[in-house]
């Protein structure tokens, strides 16, 4: 093993030798090389002043090299925050300037200790380091059973590990914190679990109220108390997108500092947040008490980021950093909520106005981009068809029943149109299947 993992090993062992106990085989081999290319190239960018002829891009007129045609495009911008190389953890002014959002949206993060977010190339990326540093072969990654199908892909695919759902919804069509913490106590002989709490749900829009919430939290709590190390990843994809009733801030803020064996970690972006899905800018984010172990778990991340795409994006960084830094921000966000939330509520009154019989009941939603249809009579994949086939309109089938629906891409005022017709057409499957 390279003496680099090894003391970023030693530190963490030392520190908290129940993270280290977290990490997977991969996990405890990575590290960020300190003598290589990117480390010489930064020390030449502080000292070389004459001339640099260290790292891999091209300059002319004291400017990265660029072609007229795209920089007439982007002429607002200088090409040095377009051009170079953005450094693996990110744009250090954009992870400064998300630190600060992320501390003004979820208060709960005041007095405690976390690292500074290490920029992805968006959320499915940084999944993918969680799955890297954390998940062997048969870990136990715990979801509930209303889930987004990529940690199937990332998680167990990918790396091996053993999928384990609870239903999503207990009896009272609350969040099942009971099933959860069953889930997790299963995993005692193991010692050790990884817990993905998504919320906005993707795909049922649901989020926790407060209650639940501090239910969550105990139940990771409790199965720390038993002995298991949990890494208790929050997918914030959809954050911010809270209508109503729920939770407004991430549990990561809760479970940072909760217990020496939990090891929060939360994956967040602008993807969604901002409504900037191409951009591929998110970030990682840990919370632990001993800054050593933050230290060293970043440059475990950097490893992972520098052996796969090297760094992320520039150009989309250094846009996400100027609309966080504009005046405008915070009230054209609030235009572009409104408009969700009007949707959302739209959605909610036209279920609940009895124009749809018993055609379908529908699981309880409050935030983000989707809600899901339990359909009576009709196979959801039959119904889609049909919507597709027939109606020229697109629908996601999940298992049998469910139906889900992104009001988040249908104008607020084609919504009754929208939902009129999947009550024809399940009608019409049910009717054919009888």
Not at 243 to 268: C, Y
Not at 294 to 305: D, M, R
Not at 315 to 322: A, E, I
């Amino acid at each position: 093993m390279n003496p680099l993992a090894q003391q970023l090993n030693a530190t963490i062992e030392r520190e908290n030798g129940h993270v280290f106990s977290m990490l997977s085989t991969l996990g405890k081999a990575l590290y960020f090389p300190k003598e290589g290319i990117l480390s010489q190239s930064a020390e030449a960018k502080a000292k070389a002043k004459k001339f640099n002829a260290t790292i891999g891009i091209a300059i002319e007129n004291g400017q990265p090299m660029h072609l007229k045609v795209i920089q007439d495009t982007l002429s607002a911008y200088n090409p040095k925050d377009l051009y170079e190389y953005a450094p693996p953890a990110g744009k250090p002014e954009l992870r400064t300037a998300w630190r600060a959002k992320m501390l003004k949206e979820n208060p709960s993060l005041a007095n405690k200790t976390y690292g500074n977010p290490i920029a992805t190339n968006a959320l499915t990326h940084g999944l993918s380091i969680v799955a890297d540093l954390f998940a062997d072969a048969g870990d136990a990654v715990i979801i509930p059973n209303k889930n987004w199908e990529n940690y199937e892909l990332t998680f167990g695919v990918r790396r091996g590990a053993s999928i384990v759902e609870y239903p999503l919804y207990d009896g009272d069509n609350r969040f099942n914190s009971q099933g959860l913490r069953e889930a997790l106590l299963a995993q005692k002989s193991k010692g050790k679990a990884i817990v993905v709490l998504n919320f906005p749900n993707n795909p049922t829009g649901y989020t926790p109220g407060a209650e639940e919430g501090a239910e969550i939290v105990a139940a990771l709590r409790d199965a720390a108390e038993a002995g298991i190390n949990v890494v208790a990843v929050t997918d914030d994809a959809y954050f911010g997108l809270f209508f109503e009733g729920s939770m407004h801030e991430s549990l990561f803020g809760q479970l940072a500092g909760a217990h020496p064996r939990i090891l929060p970690i939360k994956v967040d972006g602008a993807t969604k947040e901002e409504y900037v899905w191409g951009f591929r800018v998110g970030f990682i984010t840990y919370a632990d008490g001993s800054d050593a172990v933050l230290s060293a778990l970043e440059q475990k991340t950097l490893g992972i980021i520098r052996a796969t795409i090297s760094s992320g994006p520039h150009p989309s960084q250094t846009f996400v950093l100027k609309a966080l830094q504009s005046p405008d921000f915070e009230a054209q966000k609030e235009e572009k909520f409104a408009i969700m939330k009007g949707r959302a509520n739209t959605v909610k009154n036209l279920l609940d106005s009895g124009r749809y019989g018993d055609v379908w009941s529908y699981y309880p939603f409050n935030s983000g981009y989707f809600m899901c249809l339990k359909l009576n009579g009709a196979e959801a994949e039959a119904v889609r068809m049909r919507l597709l086939d027939e109606y020229g309109i697109g629908t996601i089938a999940l298992g049998e029943t469910d139906l889900r629906v992104a009001f988040s891409c249908i104008d607020e005022e084609n919504l009754e149109e929208l939902f009129d017709t999947i009550y024809k057409a399940a009608q019409e499957v049910g009717v054919a299947a009888k």
